[in-house]
């Protein structure tokens, strides 16, 4: 059905409207992503080089729809393409920071990770410090920042333990037959505690041929001196033994 003059205007005026309004959330989601993504990353200079390329892409958008409502396809198409080509472009060049930044906004919901939480994760060991835009800041028992990109993350296995819950401690310590297993669970005992082991026990795991296995376990607070606190008291154990 063919429309009047009065509608034709109405509905070339909408579809501008609509066209401009198209263009300008295209300008703003590029310009936050980029600017959340890439402000402290790249170069000031690159970052309103971007913005240029933003305004470029918005423009040829609104060019295109304009340029088709008014009757001109070619320039349209033109215009259309140039939006095409080089979101396509941007996106491409930019996938890996859009994929970390995506799979962080999932992974970090998913797996209730927050600061403070520790984390075993391959060679890495300590405790999340932040949550950044692409990766997982993790200080580590040399007081190092390790980031782990979020995409490793969600592929590989890992241990997370939360602070307030605490991370169970085990260590066994072959005691030989005749000497005192009483006084062996005291010094365990009194040494784990000032280690800083919280709901101690030191038990019988089994006898062998070479004496009895005691297993003394705990709760610590920082997983990261778990390697520490095992040392410590082996040694504190096999020297009374000498």
């Not at 200079?45 to 918005?58: H, S, T």
């Not at 095409?84 to 799979?103: A, D, K, M, P």
């Not at 520790?118 to 835009?133: K, M, P, Q, S, T």
């Amino acid at each position: 059905m063919a429309l009047n003059v009065g509608e034709e205007i109405l509905y070339t005026v909408l579809v501008t409207v609509a066209a401009a309004l198209g263009a300008l959330l295209v300008y703003w989601v590029a310009h936050r992503i980029a600017h959340r993504l890439l402000s402290g990353v790249i170069d000031r200079r690159l970052l309103l080089l971007l913005e240029f390329i933003f305004v470029i892409l918005a423009a040829s958008l609104f060019l295109a729809v304009t340029a088709h409502v008014y009757g001109f396809p070619l320039l349209a198409l033109v215009a259309l393409s140039v939006f095409i080509v080089g979101s396509l472009t941007l996106l491409v060049g930019f996938r890996h920071v859009i994929e970390e930044y995506f799979t962080g906004l999932i992974s970090v919901k998913a797996y209730g990770l927050r600061i403070g939480d520790y984390i075993e994760f391959n060679n890495v060991r300590g405790h999340i410090v932040a949550l950044e835009d692409t990766a997982l800041a993790v200080r580590d028992s040399h007081r190092d920042i390790v980031y782990i990109p979020y995409t490793r993350l969600v592929h590989s296995t890992f241990k997370r333990f939360r602070v307030e819950e605490g991370h169970e401690i085990r260590v066994r310590i072959l005691v030989p037959h005749g000497f005192g297993l009483k006084r062996v669970k005291e010094e365990v005992s009194r040494l784990a505690g000032s280690l800083g082991i919280e709901n101690i026990r030191v038990d019988i795991e089994s006898v062998r041929q070479g004496g009895v296995i005691l297993v003394v376990r705990g709760i610590i607070r920082d997983p990261r001196k778990e390697d520490e606190i095992k040392y410590a008291i082996l040694d504190h154990v096999y020297s009374i033994m000498r």
